[in-house]
């Protein structure tokens, strides 16, 4: 609530409540003192007047109390119409709407941890934060263009109005509390000033940046990104790809996207105390018990076993990539986040 009363629209209504009751107190304390009317009859006289209703008069006015009414139209008359045409302007307008809307944005940005930034709201932007928002991952969007801010409001999609350049916006997304960073704006040069930004803001945030022209990947890498995707590199060879081995193309597609097939492929990280730390693949039961496979280990160090063996033994912290049903992988995640807290 403090924000919105620090916001323009917030001191304008501050100010206009201000000389209200001031007006109120001058008139109610004049009656009271030059008619020598009771409170709340002079508090209905100023009302009225202010107002213009041209309801009867409590009692009939001398001449000393007809001036001051005079006085009193002449001080409010004008206030009271221009504090209605302002009002009016603002519901017409829609900006106390917007105003409330950044206020609750503002409340939900605050209580934001573990999450993730996307610059920019473009076709890869989009993409990015619908898959994220659709998995459940918290994600903010911070994007300038009015046309794409409408698509936000519509989607419901926590997102910041500005330009994600600037050092305030950022820190406005939680990018202290973030767990990564997104930039994919149209222009390489402010990928590049993005990811500087950020990396100096955060030193332990996981950034991911988009590199649209041939040379840049290596300047971001410097700025201080940690991937980088070139995403005409990769179309292009996809579709190469796609060319010569289109079976495995296809299959690939669907076991990533889940579309069309009961299958996917999803990656999982073995607790520190789960019961599969120094268990072998043979002896684990995933392929029988799950009717998985495991196509991958990643070592927590980094290293990659492809096709393990099943005598490849789990280490702690491994990350398994594993192919099969979604309901298979959904069972297998459940009790292997179970088996770590036994």
């Excluded at 996981?206 to 971001?220: N, Q, V, W």
């Excluded at 105390?273 to 280990?297: H, K, P, W, Y």
Aim: aromatic share 8%; net charge neutral.
């Amino acid at each position: 609530m403090k924000g919105f009363w620090k916001s323009a629209i917030g001191r304008r209504i501050a100010v206009i409540a201000a000389i209200s009751i001031a007006l109120l107190g001058f008139g109610t304390t004049g009656y009271m003192l030059l008619q020598h009317f009771t409170f709340i009859e002079a508090l209905y006289m100023t009302v009225i007047t202010l107002s213009t209703v041209g309801f009867t008069e409590v009692r009939p006015l001398d001449t000393v109390g007809r001036i001051f009414t005079i006085v009193l139209i002449l001080m409010g008359g004008g206030f009271i119409a221009f504090a209605l045409a302002y009002f009016s302007q603002i519901v017409l307008d829609g900006d106390f709407l917007e105003a409330y809307r950044r206020r609750r944005l503002t409340k939900k940005l605050d209580h934001i941890i573990n999450h993730y930034i996307v610059c920019g709201y473009g076709q890869m932007g989009q993409i990015i934060a619908d898959r994220l928002h659709e998995n459940m991952v918290p994600v903010v969007i911070i994007e300038s263009d009015e046309s794409l801010l409408g698509r936000l409001r519509e989607k419901n999609l926590v997102y910041l109005s500005g330009d994600a350049k600037e050092e305030e916006n950022l820190v406005t997304a939680g990018i202290h509390r973030a767990k990564g960073l997104v930039s994919v704006v149209a222009k390489d040069s402010e990928n590049v000033f993005i990811v500087l930004t950020a990396r100096d803001l955060n030193k332990n945030l996981f950034i991911y940046a988009r590199a649209g022209s041939p040379g840049t990947d290596k300047r971001l890498l410097k700025a201080g990104a940690d991937r980088v995707v070139s995403p005409y590199a990769i179309g292009a060879a996809k579709i190469a790809y796609n060319i010569l081995r289109p079976t495995v193309t296809d299959f690939l597609d669907l076991a990533v996207s889940s579309e069309g097939m009961d299958l996917s492929m999803e990656e999982m990280r073995i607790p520190d105390d789960s019961q599969l730390v120094g268990m072998d693949l043979m002896a684990s039961g995933i392929r029988s018990n799950f009717n998985l496979i495991i196509v991958a280990i990643k070592r927590a160090e980094g290293t990659m076993v492809f096709n393990p063996p099943s005598s490849e033994k789990f280490r702690a912290g491994d990350t398994l990539v594993a192919i099969g049903a979604v309901e298979n992988l959904s069972r297998f995640g459940s009790d292997l986040c179970t088996s770590g807290r036994r």
